[in-house]
């Protein structure tokens, strides 16, 4: 139950990495009640690795969890170049190396469930964790505390809705369907139409295969193999790639295959969006792939995780009224420039700086979320583009260009084309910090621009 001396009622739906990251933001204000709903039955995040750059990493550092983070990466931590990923051309008999990616400071990786746990340790007991909580729908009304309605039948209310609820977001249907309302009562039927069509997914053409292999079962099959002596490694080709990196103090090598049609891009997926498939699924786009991806792939016998990579369509806004979305609910993008947690975290850092301002309370939270909107819209949808763009040119897609019908310099060229771009795109996410974002908000905060 919320404190009559809480200043805001704060009810986050989804307990994933963005949720979590924005409890533990929010709790630094002991005058917001925070309440937080998740629809599965325990908190477990899917086994697999997931990377953090140093943006998002200095966020996590002004939370306080670096120390505890740190027990349980594979990574030293720095703030110094690092020569975080190789890239490889690698769908030919001999594979030809493009370039290392050095970051500044490092691609911290983490096993899902570690990162998880940590966060989880650190939350405050006043911040409420409630599972089998799924959220059906919520009624928002004027200045009357917003309704939750659960799948168990339960109600509750609270001051400002928070979604966090990911792809499939609840919050994300009720925020898109206020708008389409708004429009049709102002006889904006085109529009309102158009609202709805960012409420459910779309195929992004591209599917993962994940999985964890042994380091041990890597060390005896192909001792030297490339994965066990470097950070991590993308093997590069026509219509695919695969990424490999060890996690969990060095036991475990993530694998992620990706086989990708991107003329399906924005289509409807067939089949369940994530399912358990025999190696035979994606192995067959790789069979004439240079020796280290076949060492890799020989040693999952195992089914994989099959993931259909979905995204949603950009939308105007995150907010609607007292509710906001964060994280994949409102900017689910593919993983290619592994930035979609990254860009959930800097959500959750705004998003709670602008309620914590000791200005924010119940009359003056419209505009709190305005300026998390001004903010975040357009900084996620920009990062979920360049992820867009990665994912072409990891796959060789190149307006029509052909690698390998073209003459070795010519090729070599077009390769460092590629070098060019992924590095230009990507280094938003080492050279710069949140830090003027957060200026920015409180310069609008205060009226100052
Ligand atoms: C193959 C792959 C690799 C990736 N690698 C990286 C990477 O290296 N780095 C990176 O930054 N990002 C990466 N990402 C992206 C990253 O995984 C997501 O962007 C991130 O997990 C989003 O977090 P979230 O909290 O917004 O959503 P989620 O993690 O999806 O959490 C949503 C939570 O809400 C709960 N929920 C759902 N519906 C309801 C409801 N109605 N009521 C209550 N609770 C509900 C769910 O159970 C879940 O716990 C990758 C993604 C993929 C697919």
């Given amino acids: 139950m919320a404190t009559s001396a809480s200043r805001l009622r704060v009810a986050i739906c989804g307990a994933g990495i963005g949720g979590l990251t924005f409890a533990l933001a929010l709790s630094r204000y002991p005058d917001i009640d925070i309440d937080i709903y998740e629809g599965a039955q325990a908190l477990a995040e899917i086994g697999a690795g997931i990377g953090i750059f140093p943006r998002p990493w200095k966020i996590l550092q002004m939370l306080g969890v670096e120390a505890d983070l740190l027990k349980v ?73 917003i309704e939750l309605l659960f799948e168990d039948g339960t109600k509750t209310h609270c001051d400002i809705l928070i979604g966090a609820d990911g792809l499939k977001s609840a919050v994300r249907a009720g925020v898109l369907g206020e708008k389409a309302q708004l429009a049709q009562s102002e006889g904006r039927w085109k529009e309102a139409s158009q609202i ?32 066990l002596t470097t950070p991590g490694v993308q093997y590069l080709g026509k219509h695919g790639y695969i990424l490999a990196y060890r996690i969990s103090g ?28 025999e190696p035979s699924a994606f192995a067959p786009l790789f069979a004439h792939w240079e020796p280290e991806v076949q060492a890799l792939i020989a040693c999952i016998q195992e089914k994989v ?92 897609e190149l307006d029509g260009i052909d690698l ?34 957060v200026q920015e908000a409180v310069h609008l905060l205060e009226g100052r621009t």
């Fill in 305 to 396: 995780m099959q993931w259909a990579i979905h995204t949603i369509r950009p939308m105007r806004s995150f907010v609607s009224g007292r509710v906001a979305l964060l994280g994949d609910a409102a900017h689910s993008m593919t993983p290619h420039q592994g930035s979609g947690a990254g860009q959930a975290i800097e959500d959750a850092y705004i998003l709670a700086t602008v309620l914590g301002y000791p200005g924010t309370n119940r009359n003056t939270v419209h505009r709190a979320l305005r300026v998390y909107d001004t903010i975040r819209c357009p900084a996620a949808y920009k990062v979920m583009e360049l992820s867009r763009i990665n994912g072409r040119y990891f796959t060789f």
């Fill in 404 to 437: 390998d019908t073209m003459p070795p310099k010519q090729q070599w060229d077009s390769l460092q084309h590629i070098r060019k771009t992924v590095v230009r795109n990507w280094e938003w996410a080492w050279t710069t910090s949140i830090d003027s974002s």
């Fill in 73 to 145: 990466t594979e990574t030293k931590v720095t703030d110094g170049p690092v020569a975080a990923f190789r890239y490889r051309k690698s769908d030919q008999r001999e594979g030809v190396e493009i370039f290392t990616l050095v970051t500044q400071g490092s691609l911290a990786l983490f096993h899902r469930a570690d990162y998880q746990q940590t966060l989880l340790n650190h939350l405050p007991k006043r911040c409420r964790i409630q599972c089998s909580k799924r959220l059906r729908s919520y009624v928002q009304r004027q200045s009357n505390p």
């Fill in 250 to 277: 060095g036991t475990l090598v993530n694998f992620v295959a990706f086989v990708s049609r991107h003329h399906l891009e924005n289509t409807v997926f067939n089949g369940p969006w994530m399912s358990m498939v």
């Fill in 196 to 227: 709805l069509t960012h409420v459910n997914p779309v195929w992004s053409g591209t599917n993962a295969y994940r999985a964890l292999i042994p380091v041990e079962k890597l060390m005896s099959l192909a001792p030297g193999h490339r994965v």
